[in-house]
C-alpha cells in the first residue's frame, strides 16, 4: 500500500512541476510585461506551486509569532529540500540557492523560471554578481529567502551563520526576518532527534532514496515561528550573529513548546 502511494504521490508530482514549468516559461515569453511586474508574477507561481506541492505530500504548516508585512531579507535555519515548499507556501519571496540545484532534474529549470538566484560560493566574482542580482529584487519590492548556514544541518543543531549575504540588507536598509523552522512530527508521531532524518537531508545522504522515502508518508507536521525583524542598521556581522541567535531561541522554543521570552 505504501509503494502505491509513493507512485501515485510522484506521478501527481511530477505532473504538478510540468504544469508550473510551462506557467513560468509562459510569463517569461508575454512581451507586454515590465520586469517588476513579471517578478512578481513569478513569485505568486512560485507560491503556487510550493502550496500544490505540500498538499500532495502531506506538509502541514503551523505559523506563529507576527508575520512582518513589507520587503524583508528572510532568513531561516536549513535542514531540507522540503524548507524550499514550506516558507515557499507561506511567503511569496524569492529563493537564494547553491549553483547545485540548477543541475537538478526539473528542480533546476522550474528554480529559474521562479527567479531563484544560484550563488557559486568557490567564486567570489559569481558571488558580488549574485548579491547585485539580490539587492535588485528587493529594490523591486520583493522578499528574498536565504539560508545563511550555507548547507544543510542534521535538523537538531543550527550551524552558524555565514555574514557575507547580510551585506545586502545592511547596504539598502532592509529589515531582516528571521524564521525558525522545525519539523515536528510524521503520520502524528513526534520526530525525536533519533527520528529526524526522516526529513532532514544533510552531508552525504542520496537525495532520491531520501525523496523516495518522503512520499511514502501520509502527513509531515511542521511549525514555523516568525519574529520580530531587526533592523539593518547595525552591521552584516552584528545582523548575522542576532540573527543566529533569535532562530536558535526560536527553535528551542518550538522544541519545548513552552511560552517564555521570544526574539
Not at 539598502?172 to 520526530?191: E, F, G, K, M
Request: hydrophobic letters at 45%; aromatic letters at 10%; a positive charge.
Amino acid at each position: 500500500m505504501r509503494g502505491l502511494l509513493k507512485i501515485v504521490k510522484a506521478a501527481l508530482l511530477l505532473g504538478v512541476n510540468f504544469l508550473f514549468l510551462l506557467i513560468g516559461i509562459g510569463i517569461g515569453l508575454l512581451p507586454f510585461l515590465d520586469n517588476t511586474t513579471r517578478a512578481r508574477l513569478k513569485t505568486g507561481g512560485m507560491r503556487g506551486w510550493a502550496r500544490s506541492c505540500c498538499f500532495l505530500l502531506g506538509i502541514r504548516v503551523v505559523p506563529s509569532g507576527n508575520r512582518a508585512g513589507g520587503t524583508c531579507f528572510i532568513v531561516s535555519n536549513h535542514c531540507s529540500y522540503l524548507d524550499i515548499l514550506v516558507i515557499g507556501s507561506l511567503l511569496p519571496s524569492f529563493f537564494i540557492s547553491k549553483r547545485e540545484v540548477d543541475s537538478w532534474f526539473l528542480l533546476g529549470p522550474l528554480a529559474r523560471l521562479a527567479g531563484t538566484v544560484f550563488i557559486d560560493r568557490t567564486s567570489k566574482a559569481a558571488s558580488v554578481a549574485a548579491m547585485e542580482e539580490i539587492k535588485s529584487r528587493l529594490r523591486e519590492g520583493i522578499s528574498v529567502v536565504v539560508f545563511p548556514e550555507g548547507t544543510t544541518n542534521n535538523g537538531v543543531s543550527i550551524r552558524d551563520f555565514k555574514s557575507t549575504l547580510f551585506q545586502v540588507p545592511t547596504e539598502l536598509n532592509i529589515p531582516v526576518l528571521p524564521l525558525s523552522l522545525r519539523y515536528s512530527h510524521v503520520d502524528r508521531n513526534p520526530l525525536t532527534p533519533e527520528k529526524m532524518d526522516t526529513v532532514a537531508w544533510y552531508g552525504d545522504m542520496p537525495l532520491f532514496p531520501h525523496f523516495w522515502n518522503v512520499l511514502g508518508y501520509k502527513r509531515i507536521g511542521v511549525r514555523v515561528h516568525f519574529h520580530s525583524p531587526l533592523t539593518a542598521a547595525e552591521g552584516r556581522k552584528v545582523l548575522s550573529a542576532l540573527s543566529c541567535s533569535c532562530i536558535r531561541e526560536g527553535y528551542a522554543f518550538l522544541l519545548t513548546e513552552e511560552e517564555g521570552q521570544q526574539c
